[in-house]
């Protein structure tokens, strides 16, 4: 049995300060819920007070990204080791940093692995646009990128990691994809490759989220699906109702 979970992607919203105000509002009611597993990825800088409030709590902390070097002249990231003190997770190859950022498979893959050897989660994304949707293409591109993301890794690495689908369509538009559509996709494509990559038992473990317009109103029923194991939630994170939608889940 896969335990859901169920994690708040808040993209670049919230200052360290709003972030605090936020989660003190929330913070009770999330603890209290059982059964789930809770997360949010606050922006880097709002991290700290962010896990200072959440010590003792069973919400899991985020980053949306980390470099995989050590160290070194890389103006503007954050290494490894620089999370660990903070975060559980961390989110790797969101279709956003593949779009404005230039993330690529071979960086994404790079980037489990040093999540990994620091003891982080990584939360791996995929997802193909509308066009290729349109085109027939889905199965052989977020296929394509579960391979690239998990070249040369052992079953043993892979069953510690999470993965989320997430339609680039259904991000932000209000488009959500049909509970047989997301299932379809994380069951028949992404499930389906990591078997044929790792074998069926780690297929059987790992945890798929699905992402993309999930809200308080649709979760109950994407969270049914046997297939998916969770949400990467974005815009419905930000608000108090971030709470039904995981009530509503469980
Ligand atoms: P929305 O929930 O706002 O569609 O965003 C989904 C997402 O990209 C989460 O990582």
């Given at each position: 049995m896969r335990t859901l979970f169920i994690a708040g992607n808040w993209k670049m919203n919230k200052t360290a300060a709003e972030a605090v105000a936020f989660l003190s509002e929330i913070k009770d009611e999330l603890n209290a819920i059982e059964g789930i597993d809770i997360a949010v990825c606050p922006p880097a800088l709002a991290i700290p007070a962010v896990a200072d409030l959440l010590k003792g709590s069973k919400i899991g902390i985020?980053?949306?990204?980390?470099?995989?070097?050590?160290?070194?002249?890389?103006?503007?990231?954050?290494?490894?080791?620089?999370?660990?003190?903070?975060?559980?997770?961390?989110?790797?190859?969101?279709?956003?940093?593949?779009q404005y950022f230039g993330e690529t498979d071979e960086g994404v893959n790079k980037k489990i692995k040093a999540a990994l050897a620091h003891g982080l989660t990584p939360i791996v994304c995929c997802g193909e646009s509308l066009e290729q949707n349109q085109a027939g293409e889905t199965h052989d591109f977020v296929s394509g990128q579960i391979k690239g993301a998990f070249a040369n890794m052992t079953g043993a690495e892979a069953t510690k990691c999470v993965i989320a689908y997430e339609p680039i369509w259904a991000i932000g538009t209000g488009l959500t994809a049909t509970v047989e559509q997301a299932g379809g996709i994380i069951g028949n494509t992404v499930r389906a490759t990591?078997?044929?990559?790792?074998?069926?038992?780690?297929?059987?473990?790992?945890?798929?989220?699905?992402?993309?317009?999930?809200?308080?109103?649709?979760?109950?029923?994407?969270?049914?699906?046997?297939?998916?194991?969770?949400?990467?939630?974005?815009?419905?994170?930000?608000?108090?109702?971030?709470?039904?939608?995981?009530?509503?889940?469980?």
């Open positions: 985020g980053a949306q990204n980390m470099y995989f070097e050590e160290n070194g002249a890389y103006t503007g990231e954050l290494a490894p080791n620089m999370l660990v003190p903070f975060c559980n997770y961390v989110i790797l190859g969101h279709s956003e940093r593949r990591i078997k044929e990559i790792f074998g069926d038992d780690v297929a059987q473990k790992i945890r798929i989220q699905y992402g993309g317009s999930v809200s308080e109103k649709n979760s109950a029923e994407l969270m049914a699906h046997p297939d998916i194991d969770g949400a990467l939630v974005g815009g419905a994170s930000l608000k108090a109702a971030f709470v039904d939608l995981i009530k509503n889940a469980q």
